[in-house]
T-cell receptor
Framework: QKEVEQNSGPLSVPEGAIASLNCTYS??????FFWYRQYSGKSPELIMS????GDKEDGRFTAQLNKASQYVSLLIRDSQPSDSATYLC????????????FGAGTRLFVKA | KAGVTQTPRYLIKTRGQQVTLSCSPI?????VSWYQQTPGQGLQFLFE???????NKGNFPGRFSGRQFSNSRSEMNVSTLELGDSALYLC??????????????FGQGTRLTVV
């Protein structure tokens, strides 16, 4: 079982719709969870971090965490063509210090 | 505030050679991690350094090594290069305060091509 799993997609949504990206993780002791966005040819860019169960909103982005189900999600409201990118789910493992493992990423296409 | 700086941006090396990549973290960040990104394997964790000590390690052969200096700058070295080492190597820095502050920020990466 991979430590962090994501649907590779591609996920295609029309402009203005809600894009929903999902991620599961295997380390039950993990405490820190992140979503990164990576445009083609660029390095990953941090867009959300979440540490507690529930929802965390930042502009058009909402991260959701359910530690009991070992599940993290990212909702993008009012999707724009500029949101088209690969979204990487990342989990900091409970090893002490920094060991953040990334999922394979979900490619999102927002159609104008 | 300057971001994470990686040098060089591009490298072409021959099989069997060795290479050293450099990473300067964001000022005040003490944790530096290295990743290898390839189309087939995605982002793979290499290792993490904190206060000049390797604190975490991924599943890479011993040909991959690193170090961190007292100013938190880090280098990674790959010896006896193989064609499969061709990848984008990314460095990420984190403030790593006590508790949950482990947000990491990436540099632009070094694109290594082994021929």
């Amino acid at each position: 079982q991979k430590e962090v799993e994501q649907n590779s997609g591609p996920l295609s949504v029309p402009e203005g719709a809600i894009a929903s990206l999902n991620c599961t993780y295997s380390d039950r002791g993990s405490q820190s969870f992140f979503w990164y966005r990576q445009y083609s040819g660029k390095s990953p860019e941090l867009i959300m971090s979440i540490y507690s169960n529930g929802d965390k909103e930042d502009g058009r982005f909402t991260a959701q965490l359910n530690k009991a189900s070992q599940y993290v999600s990212l909702l993008i409201r009012d999707s724009q063509p500029s949101d088209s990118a690969t979204y990487l789910c990342a989990v900091n493992l409970n090893t002490g210090g920094f060991k953040t493992i990334f999922g394979a990423g979900t490619r999102l296409f927002v159609k104008a | 505030k300057a971001g994470v700086t990686q040098t060089p941006r591009y490298l072409i090396k021959t099989r069997g050679q060795q290479v050293t990549l450099s990473c300067s973290p964001i000022s005040g960040h003490r944790s530096v991690s290295w990743y290898q990104q390839t189309p087939g394997q995605g982002l793979q964790f290499l290792f993490e350094y904190f206060s000049e000590t390797q604190r975490n390690k991924g599943n890479f052969p011993g040909r991959f090594s690193g170090r961190q200096f007292s100013n938190s700058r880090s280098e990674m070295n790959v010896s006896t290069l193989e064609l499969g080492d061709s990848a984008l190597y990314l460095c990420a820095s984190s403030r790593d305060q006590q508790g949950l502050d482990t947000e990491a920020f990436f540099g632009q990466g070094t694109r290594l091509t082994v021929v």
